[in-house]
């Protein structure tokens, strides 16, 4: 069977590319499926592994390939010149060649590479994403998309949430995962509806978001959602205040009225049914103070996908006084920079820092420069959703996650898209006045006989 999901997955590369070549009109179900897969790859089985690790204690099991990527690939061979001056690439090659080089450093080399792989296919989405970002109507087919996903992943944790479970995780596998995967949900989402949106499905994609987040009762992700939504509101009126912008506001009161006591009553359930024993908060700190080691000791770092083997097996976990159980001694250091350190070391951890922060920074200055453009809006949203996620990172790590990496991917893929874009409308336009510019003759020399 293994064999036949392998091939099924490369065929479908032959198909897509044929399909949005011979139907040019219907790439629109192309971007939609984009936003959509990230959470369903898991539900339905839509990838295949070429090599499965699937005992290794790593984030990263072995080479996968998924639908998402056969699709972002062939959407970027029917694209004209997608990585023709594309924004943040740069800091996308930068994080991957870190993590190459930790495949150097590594002790087991080929796990680290399985970081690698991840990176590029996670790459694929990002060009694929920024290469019809900028387009009329491309980015609601998208966020479409996105809101199917949290629809999905909403109804999936009501039903687990009737059928008892405390913290529901939908089908991501964790609560903490689902939690931070909907911010790149939540807010380009509410975005769009405060850039002038009005589809319903939209709407309700971002409602349906905001219950899975409080019925995962994951304090990080309850608690940096709610504060992308309240910075979202608050740069989006000083970026351009509308009428319609305030309807929005108003809507999502609403839609608190709603959340608030669902989050109350999910939050009190989890700690009256929670024993002493299932690792106390200050547990966290043991964890660090193992990376931390772990990072002194290798200031290139252990390699990728390298920490849980590492802390075990080099006795950091021990040193640092981690509990000997399970659940404990086969996690990461809930804390990206210093998982990223202690992996990937001092280049790795500046890539990861460059990796973040610039297309934050890079949104932030198109959204402000361009205030009367709608896409600013959407990138002001995307860029929200990274740097609440890049704060989030301070208190977990599975951002290193592909299922993370893509929707990041996405959020990426639009603010370097409609940066890119209107570059070239700028450029046109120059274009265009030029060619208008009428053309003075050419002055008549005079000879006068000598």
Known sequence: MRIVGILLVL????????????????????????GLLPFVIGAFNLDAALLNWDGWPGYVKGMVVSLLDTL????????????AGLPLLGVFLFYILAACVSVAVSTLP??????????LRVLLVFAAVASFAGQP???????????????????MTIEQKFSGAVQASGTMGHQNLLGLMLHFVTLPLLALLLAGERNKLIMLGVLAALIAVALGVSRGAIGFVALGIALLFLLSMVRRATAHKWKIVGLAVLAMAVVVPITVSSIQERFVSRSVYEGPDGERLAFERAAQMMWDDHP???????????????????????????????????????????????????ALLAFLAWPVARGFHFAFLHRRDPRGDVVLGASIAIFVTALHGLIEWVLVTGHAQYVLAISMGIIAGSIRQHRRELVARRQAKAARRPVAAPAVKRHVAA
Not at 137 to 155: K, M, N, T, Y
Not at 315 to 337: D, E, F, P
């Open 110 to 119: 080929m796990s680290s590479a399985f970081y690698a792989f991840q990176l």
């Open 300 to 350: 290139l770092g252990v390699g990728a996908n390298q920490y849980v083997v590492t802390a075990n097996a080099q006795g950091y976990s021990a040193r640092a006084g981690v509990i000997w159980n399970y659940a404990s001694r086969s996690t990461n250091v809930h804390h990206l920079y210093l998982l990223t350190g202690a992996e990937m070391g001092w280049l790795g951890f500046i």
């Open 11 to 34: 065929l479908s590369i032959p198909a897509f590319i044929a399909w949005l070549r011979l139907y040019p009109r219907q790439r629109k179900w192309a971007y939609l499926a984009i």
């Open 137 to 155: 109507g491309a980015v609601r087919w998208l966020c479409i998309g996105l809101a199917l996903g949290a629809i999905f992943q909403g109804v």
């Open 72 to 83: 972002a690939f062939a959407i970027l061979v029917t694209s004209r010149r997608p990585f």
